[in-house]
Every structure is written in C-alpha cells, then in structure tokens.
C-alpha cells in the first residue's frame, strides 16, 4: 500500500502533527508514504517525494506544513482530474490522505466520486467544517487572539483609549467569539449577528459612564455593520474557490467608533499572526488522533471518509456527510461573550 498525504488551503498550527502521525501509523501498518507538495497544485505538476521516519522525526512542534500548501482548485480546468488521476497512478499511490479546510475537502469528495480513494483530515483555524466540532489550528488561533487582548488590555487602560482587534475566520465567528471571551473583550462582534455602529457605541458610552476609561471591542473579518457598505473586503478580487479577501473591518469600525464617540481609537489586525507559532496543546493532541485514525480508514478500506470529532470523542463520516450544512457560531457562546461588557 502506498498512501499519499497532502496539504491543502491556508496553513494552520497542527498539520506538521497531523503529517508526523499519518505517516508513523501507516509504517506501522507497513505501508510506504509519500509527499505531495503545494496540496493539489503538487499532484498536477507530480511533484511527490517519499517520507520517511527522519523527515517526519521533529515536526510535531512545528507551525506551518513541511508539505507546503497553495489554493489550487483542479476543477477549474477541464483536465485537473485526469492529470491527477494520472499522477497517482504514475505514481503507484493507492490512497490519498487530503489534509484541509472544506475547500480542499470538497475537491477531495469530487475525486472520490470518480473512484479515487481518498480519507480526509479536516484542518481550519476558522473552525467551519460542519461534520466536526472542531478542526486542526482553531485552537492555537484563539489562543493568539487571547494572547493579543491580554496584551492590549494595560495599553488601553493606560492610554483610556478603545482598541479594536481584528480577527480572522471568514464567515463563522468562532475565532472572534472564543478569543474574544477568554481574553476579556468588552464588545464582540461576528459574522452571524449584523450589527450596528450606533449601538456598539451606545454600549462604549455606557461603559464610560459607569467608570471604566478604555473598551476593547474584538471584530471578525465577516462580520456585517447594517449602517455601512458590506462586504468590506481588501479587494474585489477572489481566488480559486471564489472567496473574496476578507479583511479591512477594524480600522474601518475604529475610525467610526472615534468619529461618533470622540473616544480615541486604535485598532490592531492579528492577521497572519494567528496562523503561526508552535501548536497548543490540544491542537497537538487533536492533529495526532486525526492521522492515526485517518490510516485507521484506510486500514479498513473505508475511503471516501473523513475523520471528526464529535462530542469529545472521535468519529468518522463520508466526506460528503462532513461537508452538508454549516458550522456557524453557537450563538450561546456570542452571547456569553458579551455578556461581561456594557449593556
């Protein structure tokens, strides 16, 4: 048996782990691994590499994925799927093992309804995949996120200004919500709740009035003010799935909430910082389960599945299963997250 295993989509903290235990399952089993690199854009170009235990040895603390990854959508030409059709035979790979967010997990679903044999890893910092309750790199990003308010947190006070933090995760609020409750922020504003500036302001005012100087107000980079153009983005562009860059709320919602208030008001965009660094724990112990089991399907030729975790526990389910629906915030943690700040 030789399994491929690729990288697909934006990196995460995590699939260096995922990577490590994917391949030190499948040796145990006996079976030869192989490297595709750039995610799908590598088994287009066959560009593939044999892993071995050395390559793999020191990677679990790493960030980032000693495959590389890229955005590449095969579909979007006629003759993607043949050529990787073609490189996997080529290639004698007999199962492919798609590590990736639900762009890179659709394509896979697409290829296994073609009769690859494919097992995927769900991996997003944005934690959206609706199949599992949560994915390879959420938690090191919301651990960023709380790492950055506990930083801004004394600069405000000593400034009594109102700091706006930006945070990733498209068009769930997971990263905004769960950082923005464990690092104490006053105001959080996400994707599935349109807001408005008048009222986020109303609520900074009124923590003034009860005598707390400074505010810290943390922003997903989906989220939608009902009194401004929506979407803001950094661009009209889009890129090979059709996602718009998201990006550009913070100083936008900064520069309104100083024009309104008179508060002075600095903002903060974590950006690609929440996708770096050394994985958290759980993000570790998550990533490692995710690779066993993934061989463990393959061990049991169960292919056109993906890998979940589900009420603490693992599970798995067809990738088409994983993929129906959506993974939108529990608006029960929304709540609770703003709960603490003004009314």
Not at 170 to 191: C, E, I, N, Y
Not at 194 to 215: H, I, M, N, W, Y
Request: proline share 4%.
């Amino acid at each position: 048996m030789r399994v491929g295993v690729l990288t697909g989509g934006g990196d995460a903290p995590g699939l260096n782990a995922a990577i490590r235990a994917v391949g030190q399952a499948a040796w145990r089993e006996g079976y030869e691994v192989v490297g595709i690199r750039n995610g799908w854009l590598g088994l287009l170009q066959d560009d593939v590499f044999l892993l071995s235990p050395e390559t793999v040895a020191d990677i679990l603390p790493r960030a980032g994925t000693i495959l590389g990854t890229s955005r590449t959508n095969p579909f979007k030409t006629a003759e993607g799927a043949r050529r990787i059709q073609d490189t996997l035979r080529t290639r004698g790979i007999d199962v492919l093992v798609a590590i990736g967010g639900d762009d890179t997990l659709g394509v896979a679903a697409k290829l296994g309804a073609m009769g690859v044999r494919v097992v995927g890893i769900p991996k997003t910092m944005d934690n959206d995949i609706p199949g599992t309750d949560y994915t390879i790199g959420f938690d090191t990003a919301v651990t960023t996120v709380m790492d950055a308010c506990d930083r801004l947190h004394p600069t405000a006070e000593a400034h009594r200004r109102v700091m706006v933090v930006e945070v990733m995760g498209r068009d769930a609020g997971w990263v905004a919500a769960v950082g923005g409750l464990a690092g104490g922020a006053d105001v959080v504003l996400v994707p599935e709740v349109p807001f408005s500036v008048d009222e986020v302001c109303r609520r900074l005012k009124a923590q003034r009035e009860r005598g707390k100087l400074f505010s810290l107000v943390v922003v997903a980079e989906g989220s939608k003010p009902k009194d401004l153009a929506t979407p803001i983005a950094q661009d009209a562009g889009t890129d090979a799935f059709g996602h718009v860059r998201l990006g550009g709320i913070g100083p936008v919602l900064a520069k309104e909430i100083e024009t309104r208030t008179g508060y002075e008001t600095r903002v903060t965009v974590l950006g690609h910082l929440q996708r770096g660094g050394s994985p958290t724990v759980f993000d570790r112990i998550l990533a490692t389960r995710f690779g066993v089991a993934a061989v463990d399907l393959i061990k049991r030729q169960r292919f056109g599945y993906m890998v979940a975790f589900r009420g603490n526990k693992l599970t798995s389910m067809t990738l088409e299963e994983g993929l129906t629906g959506s993974h939108t915030l529990d608006l029960s943690l929304y709540d609770l997250a703003n709960a603490f700040g003004p009314s």
